[in-house]
Each structure stands twice: as structure tokens, then as C-alpha cells.
């Protein structure tokens, strides 16, 4: 028997939306004011949705407090109050809420072996959100 499990995480963080490969005015007509050079920030919502056989024992397809241990450990901790634009992952990369999403799906997938990372919602402001199902 599959089940999902979805947990919320709350972060946040700031970035620049800017790429090397477009002059100024390229940038500013591309991402407006989101291309500020001070950056802007968000508080983002982050969404894990997880799968799995329900375990007969523990009636859980994980542990919670695994997948919160291992959340708070590996996202929150390292972009809580961050500047996305300097992160080594988004070196050469335009920090989008985009790019965001699909880092976290690999950095979820890659560490987190308690169950099968099924998707990775970011909600960036009450109208955007993304999502990211590898």
C-alpha cells in the first residue's frame, strides 16, 4: 500500500534575478524589477511531498522527525536568511524560484533515503508557486 506524505517548511531568503549573458537593458526588460542589484527577498514556502509502502509497525510511510531533522539540517539551516546569488549551486545558474525548486528536489532525492521524493513545491508570494517533479 503507497502512500504520500507532504510537509511544509518556511525560509527566507533573497536573490537578484540576473544573467551574465545579457547586458544591463537585456536584464532589466527580462526581469524588471526583480533584476534590482540589491536583490530582493521572499518568504517561501516549501513543500515536500514524499511516498512509500506504509511500514506494518509504525503505520508511516517515514518517520517525521527524520524528514524534519534531515530538512532542517539540509535546507532550511543552509538557505534560511541567505542570498541565493551566492550559494555555490547557483554559481553560473540565475537563481529563479525555478531553479530553486529543482536544486531542493536534488538535494532532497540525493539525502533523504526514508522514502521516494515524489515533488518539491515553493510557494515565492501568495500568486506564485512552482513545482518540481524531477
Do not use: W
Not at 537578484?16 to 532589466?28: F, T
Not at 522527525?65 to 539540517?73: A, Q, V, Y
Request: charged share 25%; net charge neutral; hydrophobic share 35%.
Amino acid at each position: 500500500m503507497k502512500a504520500y506524505l507532504s510537509r511544509r517548511y518556511r525560509l527566507s531568503a533573497s536573490h537578484r534575478l540576473h544573467s551574465d549573458s545579457y547586458s544591463p537593458q537585456r536584464n532589466q526588460a527580462v526581469y524588471g524589477k526583480c533584476n534590482n542589484p540589491y536583490g530582493h527577498g521572499h518568504n517561501y514556502l516549501v513543500e515536500v511531498t514524499v511516498s512509500g509502502v506504509v511500514d506494518p509497525v509504525t503505520g508511516m510511510v517515514c518517520n517525521l522527525g527524520d524528514l524534519d531533522s534531515f530538512m532542517r539540517r539540509a535546507v532550511v539551516d543552509r538557505f534560511d536568511r541567505a542570498n541565493l546569488n551566492l550559494d555555490p549551486d547557483f554559481q553560473g545558474r540565475v537563481p529563479t524560484t525555478e531553479n530553486f525548486c529543482v536544486e531542493l528536489y536534488a538535494i532532497i532525492r540525493d539525502g533523504f533515503p526514508h522514502a521516494k521524493l515524489e515533488k518539491v513545491r515553493i510557494e515565492e508570494t501568495s500568486n506564485n508557486f512552482f513545482e518540481y517533479a524531477g
